[in-house]
């Protein structure tokens, strides 16, 4: 295939300026061989536009930071090459959370938030013994978890999510991912009704209208459908008993 | 959380409602899909339908079927309620929202808020004509055999659509189905029941037209 023009429709908007509206604005790119939007963007910065803003760390697909809306799908610019894209590339900040500018958005506050709701801790009464050897785990039990853990707070889902859209309190999948990790752990504690109070609401996993817009845009493939489904059948239960 | 939230706090609620919203929706599947079969009864003669219809009447299956219709869609509506986007705001979010991640399952969360509200006054019209006509094959020729056809096409469109699409959300919630495989068996079996109503639907025309 060969290389073309790029043409990349930005949104661009400084909260910090209220007074110039949010707009798009065009930049053209010679396209490269192996270019990602990584390597795009911060060409353009470099030679075209020293203001934009957007936020990349690892350039590798585990920081979770470069989420954005590419062509509207929400998914991670570092791991998105152009060759995969039409000529024509609009690139939007993620939904839901706190613009700081441009293409920058804060997941951390938001990720920190639902850490703090949804007791993203083990909650043990046993007293910490360094020198005893650790209880064993089974090694599905420690494969689920890992599998939960993958998740690298990138925000995709939640922007993907239409009830994340309008419910600023919707913990989302990311936040019902993490609760599915402590259910299997068996090191925490917590009994289904402790549960219950932290996700057994509209909040949680009662929200949830089953758009799996989120299990389709991870960008590293949780299975979150699995995972959703998960939390609800254990939430359903302990509702039940309630 | 923020004291009005601690004030209301009844977390079971939210598990009720997600309950009955599930429940009255699977069973009005059930009953919309047997409710086909029987209409379809016209396929083998003004006879089957006639004394189908006759032995509802008899026994008061039409009356039970009334009275559960009349509760469970009021069920259902109290239910999903709550989902429906309900401010300005709201509303040019999710459709700006959708057609931004062009997302086939988001839209169809849309269109089933659409058809639901539709259909809330199609069903109304609809269960006041069979309480106070009854059901007999005559009356269903003329009425089909007059502008009520296009009432009757549009009503067996949602119908379908929504009942597709509200049972492949229920059961992917749950996790009982994969997507994939869900979607297709159920795009299956909506084609087979429009196809079947649109018959069915055929035929009183014809039946309207040669009486």
Redesign the interface.
């Known amino acids: 295939m060969g290389l073309r023009q790029l043409t990349f429709h930005i949104f661009r908007y400084n909260p910090e300026i209220p007074n110039v509206n949010p707009a798009i604005k065009d930049y053209i790119l010679q396209e490269e061989m192996g270019m990602t939007l990584f390597i795009a963007l911060n060409k353009i910065r470099e030679e075209q536009d020293s203001s934009l803003k957007y936020d990349f760390v690892c350039r590798a697909g585990i920081c979770g930071s470069c989420g954005m809306?590419i062509n509207?799908?929400?998914t991670l610019a570092c791991r998105t090459l152009t060759k995969d894209l039409p000529a024509d590339i609009s690139l939007?900040p993620l939904?839901v959370f706190k613009l700081l500018g441009d293409l920058s958005v804060d997941t951390g506050t938001w990720f920190r938030d639902i850490s703090l709701r949804t007791e993203s801790w083990v909650h043990t009464e046993k007293d910490f013994d360094p020198h005893s050897p650790e209880d064993r785990m089974s090694n599905d039990t420690a494969l689920k978890i890992y599998e939960a853990e993958r998740c690298i707070e990138c925000g995709c889902c939640i922007s993907?999510c239409?009830t994340a859209?309008?419910k600023p309190d919707f913990i989302g999948a990311a936040g019902v991912n993490r609760v599915a990790r402590f259910m299997v752990d068996p090191r925490d504690e917590r009994d289904e009704q402790e549960y219950?109070?932290v996700v057994?609401?509209?909040d949680g996993i009662?929200?949830?209208?089953?758009?799996?817009?989120c299990a389709?845009?991870c960008p590293i493939g949780i299975p979150l459908?699995?995972q959703?489904?998960?939390v609800?059948?254990k939430?359903?239960i302990a509702?039940?008993r309630? | 959380m923020q004291p009005q939230k601690a004030l209301t706090r009844n977390t079971k609620a939210d598990f009720v409602m997600e309950l009955v919203q599930t429940v009255s929706g699977l069973l009005l599947v059930g009953f919309l899909w047997t409710h086909m079969l029987f209409v379809g009864s016209i396929l083998l003669g003004v006879e089957a339908f006639d004394a189908l219809a006759q032995f509802m009447e008899q026994y008061r299956l039409l009356d039970v079927a009334v009275v559960f219709i009349i509760l469970t869609v009021a069920a259902h509506i109290g239910a999903v309620f709550r989902r429906i986007p309900g401010r300005l705001q709201e509303q040019k979010i999710v459709w700006k929202h959708a057609r931004t991640i062009k997302h086939s399952d988001t839209w169809s969360w849309l269109f089933q808020a659409v058809t639901g509200s539709a259909m809330l006054v199609l069903i109304i019209i609809h269960v006041f004509t069979v309480v106070y006509a009854g059901i007999d094959s005559k009356m269903s020729a003329d009425r089909v055999n007059s502008w009520m056809l296009w009432f009757y096409l549009v009503f067996l469109l949602l119908a379908e659509y929504h009942a597709s699409v509200g049972i492949y959300r229920a059961l992917i919630k749950w996790g009982f189905l994969k997507r994939h495989s869900l979607k297709r068996v159920l795009s299956v079996v909506t084609v087979c029941t429009i196809a079947l109503g649109c018959v069915s639907l055929w035929i009183f025309y014809w039946l309207g037209d040669t009486a």
């Open positions: 809306l509207g799908k929400p939007i939904p993907g239409a859209n309008i219950f109070d057994g609401s509209e009662f929200g949830c209208v089953g758009l799996m817009a389709d845009t459908q699995g959703l489904a998960y609800r059948r939430m359903a509702g039940w309630r």
